[in-house]
């Protein structure tokens, strides 16, 4: 009997004790997203795939996005400008000042919904979040436990007879060290 209570303590103390805080990921990070939304819109069904190629810099509050058609879009949140190029076309537009870029962090006000394992030789710990309420939905995002590298993100959202869910699988995520080379724009670049 006394040992049975004794192996509850510390099962629970040990639970307790790998709720991890919030983390943050390295401000510079590149991947390759597939992103998978499916969505009613007074029940009539959809969904629509988009593969985009990341190149993020957290410090500089740049991003940029490289579509599948070729079209390459730069976010300079600094500036409060976007950019679409493609081909040799240019189009500038402001950034709503409201918008900003999100740091590469679990928010601080994450509720934890515990901890996996991928792989089998080799195995990775990973943690999922939930988020609930953002201004894009309710989010849960897994990330590797060791260094908050993301693996995958959901967003569901209900709003104007839309139901939606989309689902972003991160692949081949890095964290190079990026040139401001990287998101320059060629010149000129028309305002809108
Ligand atoms: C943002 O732009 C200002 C003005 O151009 C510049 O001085 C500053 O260094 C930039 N900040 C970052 C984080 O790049
Ligand atoms: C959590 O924080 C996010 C971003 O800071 C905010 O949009 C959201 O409303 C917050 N959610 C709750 C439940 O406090
Ligand atoms: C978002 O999460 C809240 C709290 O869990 C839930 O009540 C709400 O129905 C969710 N909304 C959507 C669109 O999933």
Redesign the pocket.
Known sequence: MLLFVCILGLFSATSAAVVPKPCCAKHQMTAELVQITGSYTNGTPATVEAAIKIQYDYDTKMIKLEQTDGTTIIQDFNQTQQYTISGKSCRKDKIPTDLQLQPPCVPSNATYRGRRTIGDDVTYDVDTWFI??TPW??ITVSVMAHDCTPVMQGT???ENNVVSQTTVFYHNVQFPTLAATTFQVPQPCPGH
């Open positions: 609930a309420d939905g309710n569901s959202t209900n």
